[in-house]
């Protein structure tokens, strides 16, 4: 496991309660703050945090132990992903076995009950396909004014989360009719804002994000102009080396 997913440490070593209640005894001082720089994180919209934030603001009313607001706010986000989640399983009319085994994976349970941006992700876009699924397979639905709006803020949402914008090009899927009069019309109501705010969201966070490793992702954007051919076969070669690992991540290791 080590090998293929170096991420994972010491998976065989159990944190015991003594720990626990140690770590509960650190509490917040105001006249020691260090801060970490983790400006290659600007990419994410503060909107990805809102669930953890607000446990966190929460928790302070009780307790000033950092331990006690993380745990707050790992359980808001998790209230959320489940919430979330559940609404996707009762509005999609198909797969719904599927969507709960994916929510239920071992990655993705882990990412719900953190305080990552990727647990706010996960269920939204779970969610988006559900609707995406519900107008391609009901006859008896269209895409009107209000299912435009909701199909709006999901997108946003999806783009300012993790600047995962691209998803609505799933939008596609649902067959042209659904949508009745103004296709083209509807479809730029609900992409556009979508895209529209991530772009705001990237010119805004340029000042202070810090590509991770010193990347530069302009140079990267012209190598791949430039040379397309290396860039593919680099690509398989990464997909094939990368392959198990990415299994091991996206199911998770109990």
Not at 36 to 44: A, C, F, H, R
Request: glycine residues 4%.
């Amino acid at each position: 496991v080590k090998f293929w997913y170096p991420m994972i440490k010491d998976i065989h070593i159990k944190t015991d309660y003594a720990q626990i209640n140690k770590s509960s005894k650190i509490v917040i001082d105001k006249k020691n703050l260090q801060f970490s720089n983790q400006k290659y994180q600007t990419l994410y919209h503060p909107l990805a945090y809102l669930p953890q934030t607000i446990g966190m603001i929460f928790a302070k009313f009780f307790t000033k132990s950092v331990y006690w607001l993380l745990i707050s706010s790992k359980l808001f986000l998790l209230a959320f992903y489940i919430a979330i989640g559940y609404c996707a399983i009762r509005i999609t009319p198909v797969f719904k076995w599927l969507f709960l085994t994916l929510l239920l994976m071992p990655t993705a349970m882990s990412l719900g009950a953190s305080v990552s941006a990727d647990g706010v992700l996960i269920p939204i876009a779970f969610l988006f396909f559900a609707y995406i699924f519900k107008f391609s397979f009901d006859e008896n639905l269209y895409i009107n004014k209000n299912e435009v709006l909701i199909f709006s803020v999901l997108v946003g949402a999806l783009a300012l989360a993790k600047q995962s914008f691209l998803i609505s090009l799933f939008l596609f899927f649902i067959p042209k009719k659904k949508f009745g009069r103004f296709y083209f019309y509807k479809i730029l109501a609900i992409m556009l804002p979508g895209a529209l705010l991530a772009f705001l969201w990237s010119v805004v966070c340029q000042r202070w994000f810090i590509p991770l490793n010193q990347s530069s992702p302009v140079l990267q954007a012209h190598f791949i102009l430039q040379h397309p051919f290396i860039y593919l076969m680099t690509l398989l070669k990464t997909i094939k080396l990368c392959f198990v690992m990415w299994l091991y991540m996206v199911i998770g290791v109990l």
